[in-house]
């Protein structure tokens, strides 16, 4: 089968930059400081100040930029904390991971973002923090997200993972809580030739325990004040983002066209069944993925559209088709089917449409094409 438009394609971001890129990765070669070194602190402060926060604390991945960073912030043994069941797994795994207990709330269906009211229904004593994912690229309301956080004294702790530089009411993404986790993993907005994570703060203290608890636990050498692991960011993948970094904005721009492009050409199928996940953010949505809901109206089902999509050369994908609450792995925590129906539903009615920086107008135009034409319709 031949793939006319791939689901990504991240040589499109690189080879225009391949010079720069090749420099990068030569000078660290050159002078050899493949751990914690000094282009590593660069991209660190390079990359909060992008994100509109004072510290950046380089990990090994975004996973362990929720678990390090919760146990930064001082979440774990004992606490409660409130995220979505509709995320990516790794959400989830962070808040077991740091000690916690994870307390799975519904989604919103036009945004598939947390559902506030349901978090609000899930607040008990415990309750410690929230963790809002910002999904697709599109970030929580931050006055919503501060209002809660303030009516039930607890701590915002943001999942970035797929929304660098997102921005919304005037908050980019990692600016609204007290610390956020992001993603470099290679497909993310912005990302490494290998895993990468981070955590942003502008809270001194949460920087300071977090560069210990990535190394070691240790703040001085050979001196270990809590046990930490080992999870640093490599020198060599902080010198490629960093190189990349400077593009990001013009790469997130270029999704939002792609996005606001699909959102006028799929207006005429929203009768045929076909929605798109709404934007509420406008130019702030960085569109890390464009997800269409096919919902029971439609004529045909999910899978045969992607199988059909698939034979016209057209990649797409799901995120996510199993809900964080009925993963085998998380059996125990004692969720079942049934207990958030907007994750369920979604999980059975999304796809996500090709969506990258270099996907030309007429690839665009082959996409939405093929759409109409599985459905009959024009
Ligand atoms: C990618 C992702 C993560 C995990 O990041 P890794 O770098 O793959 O560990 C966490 N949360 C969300 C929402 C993600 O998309």
Redesign the pocket.
């Given at each position: 089968m031949i793939i006319t438009v791939p689901f990504v394609d991240l040589n499109l971001q690189h080879q225009p930059i391949q010079a720069k890129l090749q420099q990068a990765i030569e000078d660290v070669l050159v002078k050899g400081d493949f751990i914690l070194g000094q282009p590593l602190s660069d991209f660190e402060t390079a990359f909060a100040v992008a994100s509109g926060t004072k510290y950046g604390i380089g990990v090994a991945?975004?996973?362990d930029a929720?678990t390090l960073g919760l146990q930064a912030c001082n979440i774990g043994a004992g606490d409660e904390v409130i995220l979505p069941a509709n995320?990516?797994i790794?959400?989830l795994i962070g808040v077991v991971s740091a000690g916690a207990k994870p307390i799975l709330v519904d989604c919103n269906p036009k945004t598939a973002l947390i559902d506030l009211e349901a978090a609000a229904k899930a607040i008990t004593p415990q309750t410690k923090a929230i963790i809002p994912?910002h999904?697709y690229g599109q970030m929580v309301s931050p006055s919503q997200l501060l209002d809660f956080a303030n009516t039930y004294k607890i701590l915002i702790f943001e999942?970035a993972?797929?929304a660098h530089l997102a921005e919304r009411e005037g908050y980019r993404a990692g600016s609204v809580g007290i610390a956020a986790a992001f993603?470099?993993?290679p497909s993310?907005n912005l990302g490494a030739f290998g895993?990468g994570?981070m955590v942003v703060t502008n809270n001194p203290d949460v920087a300071t325990k977090m560069r210990r608890l990535r190394n070691y636990g240790s703040s001085q050498k050979y001196v270990h004040i809590e046990p930490g692991t080992n999870s640093r960011l490599d020198t060599l993948q902080a010198a490629i983002l960093h190189q990349k970094l400077p593009y990001l904005s013009q790469w997130n721009s270029a999704r939002l066209n792609i996005g606001q492009r699909y959102d006028i050409e799929l207006v005429p199928l929203a009768s045929a069944g076909i929605i798109p996940i709404h934007n509420q953010s406008g130019t702030g949505h960085i569109y890390h993925l464009y997800v269409v809901k096919i919902d029971d109206s439609c004529p045909i089902q999910r899978q045969q559209l992607q199988g059909q999509l698939t034979a016209a050369g057209i990649q797409t994908g799901i995120h996510y088709p199993i809900p964080c609450h009925l993963q085998p792995a998380f059996n125990y925590l004692g969720y079942q089917q049934g207990n958030f129906p907007q994750s369920e539903q979604l999980s059975q009615q999304i796809l996500s449409l090709p969506i990258y920086p270099g996907l030309n107008n007429s690839q665009i135009t082959e996409i939405v094409t093929a759409i109409y034409s599985i459905l009959k319709i024009k």
């Open positions: 991945s975004g996973t929720i995320t990516f790794a959400t994912v999904l999942d993972a797929q993603s470099f993993y993310k895993d994570g």
